[in-house]
């Protein structure tokens, strides 16, 4: 049995004596769902032929696990399961194999070469989940598209691919870090507010900015070196996903983490 997923297409299929099945599937649909859509029509044709022993081989681990899970919330995998245990009562003795891959096995390398020139369009409707899984994957790639021509913004050099942050620091340094990421502190941003001109660096006159008390500022060079072990480096290696274990160390230190 295999699944296949191309730039435009998705397709099933499976092998048994002498006999390929396979079918085309909708474009939303992941490789997941196209394997599980593989079993399901081999075990459908194990009832139509009656046949009373049966393995099915796939090289998909995560398919196998969801099939011996006691809970799933996918509709494919428990269509499948009830077809499942509907063969075992009429008598039929199936199992499941997992293969390393399908080089070798005559079966499994036909299925994968039928499962990627698939015609024959299957009508199933789709799984609300892949559905949802799709339009999600859609908007993260606008989403991503738009942020690449972003190369201004403050934040895109620290994260310049879109993910989730890591949170496992306390509530008083995940704030403070948000502000440092986004360029935006008490310290270089209250002048706004206050209608004054912007702050400058009482140790060489230069605009107070997130960067340059991070990384430009020669008057605690020594005591950036003390702390982040490196005279090279940027601000995404210091607020990038995983921020510096010293970096509040070193904020203490030289007096301005209170006004972050």
């Given at each position: 049995?295999?699944?296949?997923k191309?730039?435009?297409?998705?397709?099933?299929?499976?092998?048994?004596?002498?006999h390929?099945?396979s079918?085309?599937?909708?474009s939303?649909?992941?490789?997941?769902?196209?394997?599980?859509t593989?079993?399901?029509?081999?075990?459908k044709?194990?009832?139509?032929?009656?046949?009373?022993?049966?393995?099915l081989?796939t090289?998909?681990?995560?398919l196998?696990?969801?099939?011996?899970?006691?809970?799933?919330?996918?509709?494919?995998?428990?269509?499948?399961?009830?077809?499942?245990?509907?063969?075992?009562?009429?008598g039929?003795r199936?199992?499941?194999?997992w293969?390393?891959?399908?080089v070798g096995?005559t079966?499994?390398?036909?299925?994968?070469?039928?499962a990627?020139s698939a015609t024959?369009?299957?009508t199933?409707p789709?799984?609300?989940?892949?559905v949802?899984s799709?339009?999600?994957?859609w908007?993260?790639c606008?989403w991503?598209e738009?942020?690449?021509m972003e190369t201004?913004?403050?934040?895109?050099?620290i994260k310049?691919?879109l993910?989730?942050?890591?949170?496992?620091?306390?509530r008083?340094c995940d704030?403070a870090?948000?502000?440092?990421?986004i360029?935006h502190?008490?310290?270089?941003h209250?002048y706004?507010?206050l209608a004054?001109s912007p702050?400058t660096?009482s140790h060489?006159?230069?605009?107070?900015?997130?960067?340059?008390?991070?990384?430009?500022?020669?008057a605690v060079n020594?005591?950036?070196?003390?702390?982040?072990?490196?005279?090279?480096?940027d601000?995404?290696f210091?607020?990038?996903?995983?921020?510096h274990?010293?970096?509040?160390?070193?904020?203490?230190?030289i007096?301005?983490f209170r006004?972050?």
């Amino acid at each position: 049995m295999d699944g296949s997923k191309s730039l435009n297409h998705v397709r099933c299929s499976f092998f048994t004596n002498g006999h390929i099945v396979s079918y085309k599937l909708h474009s939303l649909t992941p490789v997941f769902s196209s394997e599980i859509t593989a079993v399901y029509f081999a075990l459908k044709y194990i009832d139509v032929h009656d046949i009373r022993k049966s393995i099915l081989y796939t090289i998909s681990m995560s398919l196998l696990e969801s099939l011996r899970s006691s809970s799933t919330r996918n509709s494919l995998i428990k269509e499948v399961k009830d077809f499942y245990r509907h063969l075992l009562s009429k008598g039929a003795r199936i199992l499941f194999s997992w293969v390393l891959s399908h080089v070798g096995i005559t079966g499994n390398e036909l299925a994968d070469k039928s499962a990627k020139s698939a015609t024959e369009f299957l009508t199933r409707p789709i799984v609300y989940a892949d559905v949802r899984s799709a339009v999600n994957q859609w908007c993260h790639c606008q989403w991503q598209e738009k942020w690449n021509m972003e190369t201004n913004n403050k934040l895109h050099v620290i994260k310049p691919v879109l993910s989730h942050w890591v949170t496992k620091l306390n509530r008083r340094c995940d704030v403070a870090l948000t502000r440092l990421r986004i360029g935006h502190t008490r310290r270089e941003h209250k002048y706004l507010l206050l209608a004054e001109s912007p702050p400058t660096c009482s140790h060489c006159g230069d605009i107070l900015t997130v960067k340059h008390i991070l990384t430009d500022c020669v008057a605690v060079n020594r005591r950036r070196l003390r702390y982040f072990r490196s005279s090279s480096f940027d601000l995404s290696f210091l607020l990038g996903q995983i921020p510096h274990f010293n970096l509040f160390m070193y904020l203490k230190d030289i007096g301005v983490f209170r006004d972050i």
